[in-house]
């Protein structure tokens, strides 16, 4: 079928009660021109844009509930403490965690996956050990890693995966050993798309001992996750990737590892007592939360979340199931592209590459027409060389993004070959 | 508002598809590797310097277009100059792809169709980065150059 030949139906053959155009009128940003054209973004794998309800939650937060937490009497400190457990017990309900205090705010993925790398790790990996990651790792899921091997004498094991961009199970399996302590995996691959199979992966880790931290980030804006449902040991995600505010983001832990894990960083909140002989720390998750906290992004992302429940999480992954099918086609279609990440199991992101053109043109040339695209190598340098290239240009998906977004894409692409022809 | 032909002139099409001086120099006596680690553009510099003059030059690695015609480029406007000579240009160069040139700057001859990079900020290191490799291999300095 040709590109031209396909209509753009904006997403709502599939999804009735899914009206894309009215989900676009909360997001201020979108209305923006870019070198004289409506703007076109689709470079949410970076950082999604944010609704009106998480704008209007940070500025409702400084304006009426600014003060410090867990720490004075007075009203205003009381009303940001409930309202920061109150997101707390939001977050808990997102990934169906058992209790609240198994969530623990962080600024971010990175900061989550540090912390496991910092506690657990450091006191539960030795000499010897092996933790064990897959190839298609982002750079946070790898450096806190090796920095515990290489502290600790453990060594680095990395299953591999498929020309498509899929985990090869039965290696995994393979690797996996008495030695193995812990298993780090993304859930979703923010270069390639791949969903993991989670659930075989974490039963067959657990089998053999080893405790299972998964790297969210690029799962949890696009599909239902239940951290209890997986089994879960560790669950690290960013709020700025699912329409909440940068510098806050969430580790979920089961309560038992926690409890038995030694503080991340010391300081304010995280004691329950000191003195200069002594000091007893707090309990979970508060053990894990040193310091004045980013209250107002907590707000956000729990009106990020709240935002995303009203909408529904199964409407939202079906309209970008379907943005993605489109996508994949019309753009698989353009002469000259070869798709990196062709998975049968995908979410949110389409990476390629195009002829002979660097994507640091394609990215320029793009630009020029208003469209937003990553180009690079997505802090996942293993994952390029996996594929001896470079880079890709990676288009990805939110679920305000319609078909007629991809659509202007396709014509991007194809100017793209013009100017090189 | 900026225009893409501005920045994609014909002679820096034709420069990408078939660069010149693409090659690793047996008789080089210096060589560096640049590295743009924001877009994975990698090039290695050869020269072979006759005291200080720059005898031979090639170059060879990967990169985007503006990259890789920068590089090409600036084999043939440094080829034969001194040290100095060499320096001065890449001084000009980098004011007029940043934007802080005197207009027409007859020295810079054919490097002067860079001037559309000016305005993209985002590309100012693609265009530079075969020049600072060139500048740390005139340096003698052996160790790895980054434009980050
Ligand atoms: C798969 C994956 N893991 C981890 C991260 C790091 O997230 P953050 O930068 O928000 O800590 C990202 C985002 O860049 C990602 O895509």
Redesign the interface.
């Known amino acids: 079928m040709s590109a031209a030949a396909a209509v753009p139906i904006r997403g709502k053959a599939a999804n009735r009660s899914f009206d894309v155009e009215r989900i676009r009128k909360d997001f201020p940003i979108l209305q923006t021109k870019v070198?004289?054209h409506p703007l076109v973004y689709l470079d949410n794998a970076a950082t999604s844009q944010k609704p009106r309800a998480v704008i209007d939650a940070l500025v409702r937060y400084y304006e009426g509930e600014n003060a410090n937490i867990h720490r004075g009497v007075h009203y205003l400190s009381q009303i940001a403490t409930e309202e920061f457990e109150k997101a707390r017990e939001t977050v808990r309900a997102f990934v169906n965690a058992a209790r609240a205090s198994e969530i623990i705010f962080t600024r971010g993925t990175t900061e989550a996956l540090n912390l496991v790398a910092q506690t657990y790790g450091k006191t539960n990996v030795g000499a010897g050990d092996e933790v064990l990651i897959t190839a298609m790792e982002h750079h946070s899921n790898i450096v806190p890693w090796q920095m515990l091997c290489a502290e600790k004498g453990a060594k680095l094991r990395v299953a591999p995966m498929n020309d498509e961009g899929e985990l090869l199970l039965a290696k995994y399996e393979k690797l996996l050993g008495p030695k193995t302590k812990l298993v780090a995996v993304g859930h979703v691959s923010n270069a390639l798309g791949t969903i993991n199979p989670l659930k075989q992966m974490i039963a067959a880790a657990h089998a053999k001992g080893a405790v299972v931290v998964v790297d969210g980030a690029q799962a949890v804006p696009h599909l239902k996750v239940d951290v209890q449902d997986l089994d879960a040991d560790f669950y690290a995600f960013s709020g700025h990737k699912m329409y909440g505010p940068t510098g806050i983001g969430v580790l979920y832990g089961k309560q038992a590892l926690l409890e038995a894990m030694p503080p991340y960083q010391g300081g304010g909140d995280m004691i329950s007592s000191v003195t200069f002989e002594k000091t007893t720390y707090n309990k979970v998750p508060h053990k894990f939360e040193a310091g004045t906290p980013d209250m107002a992004g907590v707000a956000g992302l729990m009106a990020a979340i709240d935002y995303m429940n009203g909408i529904g999480i199964e409407k939202i992954a079906a309209h970008e199931h379907e943005l993605l099918e489109y996508a994949t086609e019309v753009i698989g279609a353009i002469e000259g592209v070869r798709l990196i990440g062709t998975a049968r199991e995908k979410a949110g992101v389409l990476s390629f590459v195009l002829d002979e053109?660097?994507?640091?043109?394609i990215g320029?040339?793009l630009d020029?027409q208003g469209i937003a695209v990553r180009?690079?190598?997505h802090c996942a340098?293993p994952v390029?060389e996996r594929f001896s290239i470079?880079?890709t240009v990676r288009a990805s998906f939110a679920m305000y993004n319609t078909k007629g977004e991809i659509d202007a894409l396709a014509l991007g692409i194809r100017k793209v070959r013009e100017?090189?022809a | 508002m900026p225009e893409l032909r501005d920045l994609y002139q014909e002679v820096i099409l034709e420069h990408s598809k078939a660069p010149r001086n693409y090659k690793a120099l047996e008789s080089a006596n210096y060589k560096a590797e640049g590295y743009n680690p924001l877009c994975g553009d990698r090039f290695t510099v050869y020269l072979e310097m006759d005291a200080d003059k720059i005898r031979e030059i090639g170059f060879q690695g990967a990169g985007c277009a503006i990259s890789k015609a920068s590089a090409s480029m600036m084999t043939q406007s440094v080829k034969g100059k001194t040290k100095e000579e060499a320096e001065k240009i890449f001084h000009r160069f980098h004011d007029l792809v940043t934007g802080h040139g005197q207009g027409e700057d007859a020295e810079l001859g054919k490097l002067a169709v860079f001037s559309g990079v000016s305005e993209f900020p985002m590309r100012v290191k693609c265009a530079t980065l075969a020049w600072h490799t060139l500048e740390a291999a005139l340096e003698g300095k052996q160790e790895k150059v980054s434009t980050e």
């Open positions: 070198h004289g053109v660097h994507p640091h043109d320029t040339i020029q180009t690079g190598h340098q390029m470079p880079a100017v090189f």
